[in-house]
């Protein structure tokens, strides 16, 4: 589930320091139980949700408080938790399959996208805002333009549910996991896939990319059947060789991203507390 | 051929087993079933969630069994309608499932199919009763039914003999959250040779027109 706006109004004072803004790695808000987050897209803090709250949470320094009010929050927009690049509007999945667009200071509904059927997986806006991208547990994959409030364009996918999608910084493709545990790219102009990863092994649960484009980080889980521990694996964006796996303590990831600069990788998984740094080589 | 009973026809008999005096503000519930028994209209049947191991193109048939595998047998009948009481042999059923031990098949169809009802809405298909697994409290099938004019069902099958409702589906059919209505946990009939039994489920799906 995604967080309401609406909950922002209501949260209280309150802060956290846990990590060290000059150590290569570490665990940031060790206190927090997450569930959800996203590198913001003014590059110096991350949103953070836990089982009660949305938190903004200083990078990299780690210091997390509560946003004070609705508006504070756009300012700093997570795209990968739905909101537009700008931080106006805020995409939220509902489980009959529309997808409501809201104004993200007030919370009032601009439009409602329907044509998913069930529980919707990823709702991405593209860096130019125009495009909203979203991949549902229904198997499709669709490209609405979010002016115009309709959808111009359904993805002739693989027959799998998509759990996570990432645009390129260029805007021109996207990135997609799932259930059928690969990695693929579409392209936004035509709709063709162009490249699949090999089989990971396990289903994506989230995806990230850096912001220069050339590397993806991938968050698998353990799912029924496929009986192998759940791992964060780095990949070049191009050829999706394996650059880093880390594996995971838990069954699976909540999130993850990469540092601004691209040297750091952050996760966070399922059962544990807090978002790991890990370094990374260059 | 009966006739349907008329709203005064079922007043009457309410009134005459007492019902009336003994509820004289008639519940929304009781009241929109005395509607709905006179003009046909029937509720559709609850949506349940969509799940993530759900893969389009599901073959054709009706067994989803092979022919070595464990498990208890399963049959499930039942009439596809939607909420003007027609039978609906236009609509498309897609069935899926994990099998005995829990395990969904992710890379082809074992346990999944598309099946057609027939020409009065019926649909049946064979399988064995689905396992349990870590990630989910109760056994359960899952569906998605289409028919033109109609709103896509997405919902799920459980069963009242699960161990996990505790021998009391009526109270305990959220030990699963995601039971969201006792209307979807279905009565299980065992039938057969006793070394030899099968399990018989009936699952009426009703379709919300638009």
């Given at each position: 589930?995604?967080a309401?706006?609406?909950?922002?109004?209501?949260?209280?004072?309150?802060?956290?320091?846990?990590?060290?803004?000059?150590?290569?790695?570490?665990?940031?808000?060790?206190?927090?139980?997450?569930?959800?987050?996203?590198?913001?897209?003014?590059?110096?803090?991350?949103?953070?949700r836990?089982?009660?709250?949305?938190?903004?949470?200083?990078?990299p320094?780690?210091?997390?408080?509560?946003?004070?009010?609705?508006?504070?929050?756009?300012?700093?927009?997570?795209?990968?938790?739905?909101?537009?690049?700008?931080?106006?509007?805020?995409a939220?999945?509902?489980?009959?399959?529309?997808?409501?667009?809201l104004?993200?200071?007030?919370?009032?509904?601009?439009?409602?996208?329907?044509?998913?059927?069930?529980?919707?997986?990823?709702?991405?806006?593209?860096?130019?805002?125009?495009?909203?991208?979203?991949?549902?547990?229904?198997?499709?994959?669709?490209?609405?333009?979010?002016?115009?409030?309709?959808?111009?364009?359904?993805l002739?996918t693989?027959?799998h549910?998509?759990?996570?999608?990432?645009?390129?910084?260029?805007?021109k493709?996207?990135?997609?996991?799932?259930?059928?545990?690969?990695?693929?790219?579409?392209?936004?102009?035509?709709?063709?896939?162009?490249?699949?990863?090999?089989?990971?092994?396990?289903?994506?649960?989230?995806?990230?990319?850096?912001?220069?484009?050339?590397?993806?980080?991938?968050?698998?889980?353990?799912?029924?059947?496929?009986?192998l521990?759940a791992?964060?694996?780095?990949l070049?964006?191009?050829?999706?060789?394996?650059?880093r796996?880390?594996?995971?303590?838990?069954?699976?990831t909540?999130?993850?991203?990469?540092?601004?600069?691209?040297?750091?990788?952050?996760?966070?998984?399922?059962?544990?507390?807090?978002?790991?740094?890990?370094?990374?080589?260059? | 051929?009966?006739?349907?009973?008329?709203?005064?026809?079922?007043?009457?008999?309410?009134?005459?087993?007492?019902?009336?005096?003994?509820?004289?503000?008639?519940?929304?519930?009781?009241?929109?079933?005395?509607?709905?028994?006179?003009?046909?209209?029937?509720?559709?049947?609850?949506?349940?969630?969509?799940?993530?191991?759900?893969?389009?193109?599901a073959?054709?048939?009706?067994?989803?069994?092979?022919?070595?595998?464990?498990?208890?047998?399963?049959?499930?009948?039942?009439?596809?309608?939607?909420?003007?009481?027609?039978?609906?042999?236009?609509a498309?059923?897609?069935?899926?499932?994990?099998?005995?031990?829990?395990?969904?098949?992710?890379?082809?169809?074992?346990?999944?199919?598309?099946?057609?009802p027939?020409?009065?809405?019926g649909?049946?298909?064979?399988?064995?009763?689905?396992?349990?697994?870590?990630?989910?409290?109760?056994?359960?099938?899952?569906?998605?039914?289409?028919?033109?004019?109609c709103?896509?069902?997405?919902?799920?099958?459980?069963?009242?003999?699960?161990?996990?409702?505790?021998?009391?589906?009526?109270?305990?059919?959220?030990?699963?959250?995601?039971?969201?209505?006792r209307?979807?946990?279905?009565?299980?009939l065992?039938?057969?040779?006793?070394?030899?039994?099968?399990?018989?489920?009936?699952?009426?799906?009703?379709?919300?027109?638009?």
């Amino acid at each position: 589930m995604r967080a309401p706006i609406l909950v922002l109004a209501v949260l209280g004072a309150s802060s956290l320091r846990a990590f060290s803004s000059d150590a290569d790695a570490g665990r940031l808000v060790s206190d927090l139980l997450v569930r959800e987050f996203a590198m913001c897209s003014d590059n110096r803090s991350l949103v953070v949700r836990d089982d009660a709250k949305v938190w903004l949470v200083d990078w990299p320094g780690g210091t997390a408080r509560p946003p004070a009010t609705e508006s504070d929050l756009p300012p700093c927009a997570a795209v990968a938790l739905g909101f537009s690049p700008d931080g106006r509007l805020f995409a939220q999945p509902k489980g009959d399959g529309s997808i409501a667009i809201l104004e993200a200071a007030t919370g009032t509904v601009r439009t409602t996208l329907t044509g998913h059927v069930g529980t919707i997986g990823a709702v991405v806006f593209s860096p130019d805002g125009k495009w909203l991208a979203s991949g549902g547990f229904d198997n499709d994959i669709r490209i609405w333009d979010v002016a115009a409030g309709t959808c111009a364009r359904t993805l002739t996918t693989p027959s799998h549910a998509t759990f996570t999608l990432v645009w390129a910084p260029d805007g021109k493709t996207f990135y997609a996991g799932g259930a059928s545990r690969t990695v693929t790219v579409w392209s936004a102009a035509t709709g063709e896939r162009l490249r699949e990863s090999a089989s990971l092994g396990r289903p994506v649960q989230n995806l990230a990319i850096s912001a220069d484009g050339r590397r993806l980080v991938a968050g698998t889980f353990t799912a029924d059947g496929t009986r192998l521990p759940a791992d964060i694996r780095v990949l070049d964006a191009q050829s999706f060789a394996d650059q880093r796996v880390i594996p995971s303590p838990d069954g699976g990831t909540v999130g993850v991203a990469f540092s601004p600069d691209g040297r750091r990788v952050l996760w966070a998984s399922t059962g544990g507390r807090g978002i790991m740094v890990t370094a990374l080589e260059h | 051929m009966p006739q349907p009973l008329s709203r005064r026809d079922v007043l009457h008999r309410c009134a005459t087993l007492g019902l009336l005096l003994a509820a004289p503000t008639i519940p929304g519930s009781i009241a929109e079933a005395f509607a709905d028994a006179e003009s046909g209209r029937r509720q559709p049947t609850p949506p349940n969630a969509l799940g993530p191991f759900y893969r389009r193109g599901a073959p054709d048939g009706s067994d989803l069994r092979g022919a070595t595998d464990s498990g208890l047998p399963l049959i499930v009948t039942g009439a596809v309608i939607d909420t003007r009481g027609e039978a609906r042999p236009d609509a498309t059923v897609e069935v899926w499932q994990a099998d005995h031990f829990g395990h969904y098949d992710i890379e082809g169809y074992r346990y999944r199919a598309t099946l057609a009802p027939d020409a009065k809405g019926g649909y049946e298909f064979t399988s064995v009763m689905p396992g349990h697994y870590p990630d989910r409290v109760a056994q359960h099938v899952h569906y998605m039914v289409k028919a033109p004019g109609c709103k896509p069902l997405v919902t799920q099958l459980y069963f009242a003999t699960d161990p996990a409702f505790e021998g009391d589906p009526d109270h305990k059919f959220s030990n699963d959250p995601l039971v969201q209505s006792r209307e979807l946990v279905r009565p299980v009939l065992l039938s057969g040779d006793p070394k030899d039994p099968m399990a018989r489920v009936t699952f009426e799906l009703c379709l919300e027109r638009v």
